[in-house]
């Protein structure tokens, strides 16, 4: 990776931390989700966040920098997936959904910041928009499903 500003690094750290508490939110709602077909969903996003923490960790690492490990002040804006595993026991697929939702939103929230960072390289603004796409199909994938679910 070219020469990172450390705003840029702090992002992808930012974003690291993101990643993770998705993977770790995703997985814990395919544990509880009844439905085969949103079990799936949420095992696929969970695959594809542990993915877009290993390629952001790797960016990090290139750069020279220690990458987040998912803990530290970074994550407490990130909570909000363990809001949600600590709600899953009482919940159905709807609730489910709509934490997940309410996830994403987060995440495409921290990449839209991340992404108007002057200093970031082209290079880094591919992963990134590639990154928030997928987080974009994936909210509108669970809003409809929670759609058809109501």
């Known amino acids: 990776m070219p020469d990172t500003s450390s705003s840029a690094t702090e992002n992808l750290n930012h974003l690291i931390i993101i990643a993770n508490d998705g993977r770790l939110g995703y997985k814990e709602a395919a544990e509880y989700a009844e439905n085969p077909i949103l079990k799936a969903s949420f095992l696929r996003y969970a695959t594809e966040r542990s993915e877009f923490a290993g390629e952001l960790t790797a960016l990090v ?14 994550g407490a804006l990130h909570r909000v997936w363990i809001d949600i595993k600590t709600s899953f ?3 159905n697929d709807a ?6 939702i309410r996830g994403d ?6 990449y839209k910041t ?12 591919l992963v990134l928009k590639r990154h928030l796409r997928l987080t974009e ?12 679910s109501h």
């Open 61 to 74: 690492t290139a750069a020279g920098t220690a990458p987040e490990n998912g803990s530290g002040p970074l």
């Open 114 to 125: 991340a992404l108007e960072d002057a200093a970031l390289s082209a290079d880094l603004q």
């Open 105 to 110: 939103k987060t995440a495409v929230s921290a």
């Open 137 to 148: 199909d994936a909210l509108f994938d669970l809003q409809q499903q929670s759609a058809s």
């Open 89 to 91: 026991t009482a919940q």
């Open 95 to 100: 609730g489910l959904l709509e934490d997940c």
